[in-house]
Structure formats: C-alpha cells, structure tokens
C-alpha cells in the first residue's frame, strides 16, 4: 500500500508561485506512477499532472502547461508540483495520487490518494 501526505499549500496571489509536496510511503515495491488532481468547490476533481516512475515523461493538463511542472525524488519518495504564474483559477484542493500501473490522466486508475492541500489564489 502507498500513503500520501501533501503539503505546501496556502495563499498566494495572481502571477505568484507554490510549491506542493507529496510524501509517499511505500509498503509495497512498485514502480509508482504519481499525479496531481485538484477539485475546486462545486467542481469534479481534475487531472493537473503526472509523473512516470523515472520521472522522465510527464503529462500536464492544458490549464497547467508552461506554468506547473511535476517532479519526484524517488529516493526520498517525493513528488513536486511547482506552480507559477498562478491564476484565481487555480483555487482549488490539490491531490497527491499514486499508480500501480504507471501515469495516466484518468483519477479512477489511482488506487492511492492523499487527503489534498488547500491552494487559493486571490485576484
């Protein structure tokens, strides 16, 4: 099993930067994909971005492109989300999330979710 802790969170304001973190701990071997979800209120969640396990291909949602950029330390089970140019859009929960069979953008293929990181964005 994997349990995920996010952290980093908080208030910052239009055209700054955050920097989430996702500690992993594994009970199991395995070659991990990791991801970012976030869910604004009255919103479904949605895919932000993931990670291979060599953390040489990655994956980013449009809104997240040029702008975020995911990263992990597998020796110290980590995983990044370095926001810039922050948006009032960006505003949501943010999800760490971790997959068995590597990184997709779908959440139902991540069995493993943190309790998520408040990010608000003022205008």
């Known amino acids: 099993q994997v349990h995920l802790t996010e952290s980093g969170g908080g208030l910052v304001q239009t055209g700054g930067s955050l920097s989430l973190s996702c500690a992993a701990s594994?009970?199991?071997?395995?070659?991990?994909?990791m991801a970012w979800f976030r869910q604004a209120p009255g919103k479904e969640r949605e895919f932000v971005a993931a990670i291979r396990w060599s953390g040489f291909t990655t994956y980013y949602a449009p809104s997240a492109r040029g702008r975020f950029t995911i990263s992990r330390d597998n020796d110290k089970n980590m995983v990044f989300l370095q926001m810039n140019e922050q948006k009032p859009e960006d505003t949501a929960v943010y999800y760490c999330?971790?997959?068995?069979?590597?990184?997709?953008?779908?959440?139902?293929?991540?069995?493993?979710w943190g309790q998520g990181t408040q990010v608000t964005v003022s205008s």
């Open positions: 999330a971790a997959h068995d069979g590597g990184a997709t953008m779908d959440d139902a293929d991540y069995a493993y």
């Open positions: 594994i009970r199991r071997a395995g070659s991990y994909g």
